[in-house]
């Protein structure tokens, strides 16, 4: 009985974690490209959080079974539908900008 307690308590939190990586690659893999753009944070954000809400509702309906209240798994990734984009955005342009910076010259 104490075993189902565990599972149905870290489900959600594992689903959390699993969700904001999922949320974050899309968002990362298009800031990180090196044309300039005025929406393309606003592209990333929003296919980042579709591809959270999709990863969520299929990771919601696969745990439904092994969790007492799968409201619980949903919420975690809604939460994370949302907040993963943002990791991957301030990710990717950080790691643009580590790489157009220039190498000092050595001197002879």
């Not at 990180?32 to 296919?47: D, T």
């Amino acid at each position: 009985m104490h075993n189902a307690y565990v599972a149905s308590d870290l489900l959600p939190a594992i689903a959390f974690w699993f969700v904001v990586v999922l949320a974050a690659l899309p968002a990362f893999s298009i800031m990180r490209q090196s044309k300039r753009g005025r929406a393309r944070s606003a592209i990333a954000y929003l296919a980042g959080f579709f591809f959270g809400l999709v990863a969520t509702i299929g990771l919601s309906l696969a745990l439904a079974t092994w969790v007492s209240t799968p409201l619980a798994v949903f919420n975690a990734g809604a939460a994370a539908a949302f907040l993963g984009p943002f990791t991957g955005i301030v990710h990717g342009k950080l790691r643009r900008a580590m790489r157009r910076r220039p190498q000092p010259r050595p001197e002879s």
